[in-house]
């Protein structure tokens, strides 16, 4: 396998972007990538988005976008596991780089979510769980991660104020990005008063609904290396991906994601890393219960202790493993499909030292981890600074 | 979701009858039925029903819900663990979600689940009580 560096990285702008439609954010996205990265031409494309058919009615999105940027004629193709289609968005184009087959990709994801009320926001994303055995029954996806937090807080007697704990840290990176949907820090007492959703949870324990796209290109070492142009280079040192029954009543433990720690465990096998060697993560705080239990279903934190991480100070900017300097889901927004390349650009930005206000000093080694439904998708991508 | 009848009718044997299929190479029973068991891969099957009882596992309550629910909100949503260990995702009725908790015991009822309109399909399944 060919050793693969990502090159450039691009954001649109994030938010409730009403001038913008799927096609005009993602098109900013790519451009962006694409001047970051120096290269005007790419060998194949490939979008992650979890339902454009359901958001703007619009499917075939390889096509479409390839021909949006003048680039008709590459091969692009529109891939797709729930809000973990940036993640295999990006292992696709991995995939192309390190066998050969393509020597310089284009990874993106986009999301336009606002298009449509917001009924139709969520029975679009409720598609992400078991139609038949969850939804039918009345389950939203805030009621199917109240059910693992509940199932948390009883086993671990994690607490309410943890939970908030996790969305007042990733407001407090989010407010030093200025791509984030939420740029204002909130409290404790903000999220435990906040409207209630599902219980536990409420609304400020749930991450918003974004319009946005976000684009990494990625080429071969040696590419890289020809157009670095002083700037460190980001590689790809390992990518894991594993899947799991969506349904979340099938899974023997509720307080856990195995995918999660499996996509892991593949991840930094490929990569030769131990946990030991992570300095910063980026993950998929869809909800605030979702980072607790994603930093135990990763190692980075025994079981039953992922409600202290926040509380401890370990997990914020300046702590010993900060998590979600971008902030998060939660505060950065997620554009579901978009999500995970966006993760991957903020790493990338970070081994760079481009981080501004929400540099990690010295950052070499990340992750990231991007999940679709309950976690029946994980994808893991651990980057380094390639020496 | 919308309710198309084939799709509906296509569930009535979990959904009205409770029917799973017991996986003659493992034991293990797969609700609803399915052509691989999900543990062994095994294809060979017997028809088992369900003993309508069991105990909540975990549950939340929802407040905001999608559109076809609104009418029943706040409902309480929870994983039960059934008599032989398989485990659904259903509601609990005829309770206040105040009094629901872990290892509460209930046994399942057949309810209306949702409808589409005044004039659609109502769809039927099975709700839990408290025991």
């Known amino acids: ?283 998929h705080d869809c909800f605030t219960i979702a980072e607790i239990v994603v930093l135990e279903s990763l190692g980075l934190c025994p079981p039953g202790e992922g409600g202290k991480q926040a509380e401890s100070g370990r997990t914020a900017l300046g702590g010993a493993l900060p998590v979600n300097v971008s902030g998060g889901l939660k505060s950065k927004g997620h554009p579901v499909g978009a999500t995970g390349i966006a993760q991957v650009a903020e790493l990338t930005t970070q081994l760079r030292g481009e981080g501004g206000k929400r540099q990690v000093a010295g950052a070499r080694v990340g992750l990231a981890q991007n999940m679709g439904g309950t976690g029946a998708s994980t994808v893991v991508t651990v980057v380094e600074v390639a020496s | 979701m919308s309710l198309n009848p084939a799709r509906v009718a296509r569930e009535f044997p979990s959904r009205y009858r409770l029917e799973a299929a017991r996986c003659s190479g493992c034991g293990r029973v797969a609700f609803p039925a399915r052509l691989v068991c999900p543990h062994c891969r095994g294809t060979q099957h017997s028809p088992v029903t369900l003993r309508p009882e069991g105990k909540v596992v975990t549950f939340t309550v929802i407040h905001v819900p999608p559109a076809e629910f609104k009418g029943q909100s706040p409902y309480v949503l929870a994983v039960v663990e059934l008599a032989g260990g398989v485990r659904i995702t259903c509601q609990v009725a005829d309770v206040d979600p105040l009094a629901v908790h872990a290892d509460m015991s209930v046994r399942l009822e057949f309810r209306r689940v949702q409808e589409d309109g005044e004039a659609g399909i109502i769809a039927y399944g099975h709700k839990a009580v408290p025991a």
């Open chain 1, 1 to 283: 396998m060919r050793e693969v560096a990502i090159i450039g990285v691009g954001l649109s702008q994030w938010g409730e972007v009403w001038g913008s439609s799927l096609r005009s954010l993602w098109t900013e996205a790519a451009l962006a990538a694409l001047a970051d990265a120096g290269v005007d031409k790419v060998d194949t494309i490939t979008v992650g988005s979890m339902s454009p058919g359901l958001f703007v009615a619009q499917e075939h999105l390889g096509a479409l976008l390839a021909d949006e940027i003048g680039m008709a004629g590459v091969p692009a193709t529109r891939v797709e596991s729930a809000c973990a289609s940036g993640g295999v968005s990006l292992k696709a184009a991995f995939a192309e780089v390190a066998s050969g087959l393509a020597s310089v990709a284009l990874a993106t994801g986009v999301e336009k979510m606002t298009d449509v009320s917001g009924d139709e926001c969520t029975a679009a994303l409720a598609t992400a769980a078991d139609a038949e055995l969850e939804v039918f029954h009345g389950a939203s996806f805030p009621g199917l991660y109240a059910m693992m937090a509940r199932a948390h807080m009883e086993r671990y007697g994690t607490t309410r104020e943890q939970l908030a704990m996790v969305a007042v840290k990733n407001h407090r990176h989010g407010a030093l990005n200025p791509r984030a949907q939420y740029r204002q820090e909130i409290t404790v007492r903000d999220v435990v008063r906040s409207a209630r959703v599902a219980d536990p949870l409420n609304v400020l324990d749930c991450s918003p609904i974004t319009d946005g796209a976000a684009a990494v290109v990625l080429a071969e070492l040696s590419v890289a290396r020809k157009l670095a142009k002083g700037r460190p280079i980001v590689r790809i040192a390992g990518i894991g991906h594993a899947t799991d029954c969506i349904a979340l009543h099938n899974r023997t433990d509720m307080t856990t994601i195995p995918a999660t720690t499996r996509a892991a465990e593949r991840a930094l096998a490929m990569a030769g890393k131990r946990l030991q060697d992570i300095q910063l993560v980026e993950l």
